[in-house]
């Protein structure tokens, strides 16, 4: 069975970092493409960043590829969300979810699911 657990989340202030984590378990590490989407209160759930289980190459949403950085370890079966210069607009339910093949740009492609993990940016 694919499971997918985020963790990590929490209150940051402006300016801070925050790294999440996503383990993995249930298939093959690198079988999947592993996306970190998140939903903002009242807003439909985007995509942040993902990476491509063919190749390990990483799509980043335009509004966070400066301050964010996907990254894995294979050893422990997770993936890691970092994001540096947290901003208010970061609030959000943070996701990670898997896909069998490429990195969907639409969070209702993604097949596997695990609970969020909330991170709540204020001062």
């Known amino acids: 069975e694919v499971q997918l657990q985020a963790s990590g989340g929490g209150s940051v202030h402006p300016g801070g970092s925050v790294r999440l984590s996503c383990t993995t378990s249930g298939f093959t590490f690198g079988v999947y493409s592993i996306g970190w989407l998140r939903q903002a209160p009242g807003k439909e759930r985007v995509v942040v960043s993902c990476?491509?289980?063919?190749?390990?190459?990483?799509y980043y949403a335009d509004s966070v590829k400066d301050r964010v950085t996907i990254s894995s370890d294979s050893a422990k079966n997770t993936v890691y969300l970092q994001i540096n210069n947290v901003k208010p607009e970061d609030t959000a339910t943070y996701y990670c979810?898997?896909?069998?093949?490429?990195?969907?740009?639409?969070?209702?492609?993604?097949?596997?699911w695990g609970k969020g993990t909330l991170v709540t940016v204020s001062s």
């Open positions: 990476m491509r289980s063919s190749d390990g190459s990483t």
């Open positions: 979810a898997a896909d069998p093949g490429y990195c969907p740009r639409l969070a209702a492609k993604y097949d596997y």
